[in-house]
């Protein structure tokens, strides 16, 4: 049984920090892409970031670019989620999320997490 656990969410003041971790069992993690994806309140899930199996590629949506930072760990069966000078806007639950594909795509996305809250406070 595959299981995507994030951890880490929390509420954060503008410009503050956060780090999002996701534990993976039940697959073999090295042979999917990994993505995180959020969504807020009556929006529609959107992609926030990828990496590639090996983690030499990552995909970045416009809007975190320069603040967040993917990467990934092989031997743990982890992908974390560094996210820097958080905003309001980046009020959501974020999601950890599996492909065999390297896509922005989240229909392509196999595996999901239970999501965690991440709320910037103004």
């Known amino acids: 049984q595959v299981q995507l656990v994030e951890s880490g969410g929390g509420l954060v003041q503008a410009g503050g920090s956060l780090r999002l971790s996701c534990a993976a069992s039940?697959?073999?993690?090295?042979?999917?892409?990994m993505g995180w994806f959020r969504q807020a309140p009556g929006n529609q899930r959107e992609f926030v970031t990828a990496i590639s199996w090996s983690g030499g590629r990552t995909l970045y949506a416009d809007s975190v670019k320069g603040r967040f930072t993917i990467s990934r760990d092989n031997a743990k069966n982890t992908v974390n989620l560094q996210m820097n000078n958080l905003k309001p806007e980046d009020t959501a639950v974020y999601y950890c999320?599996?492909?065999?594909?390297?896509?922005?795509?989240?229909?392509?996305?196999?595996?999901w997490g239970q999501g965690t809250q991440v709320t910037v406070s103004s």
């Open positions: 999320a599996a492909t065999e594909a390297f896509t922005r795509d989240r229909l392509d996305y196999k595996y």
């Open positions: 039940g697959l073999r993690f090295r042979s999917y892409a």
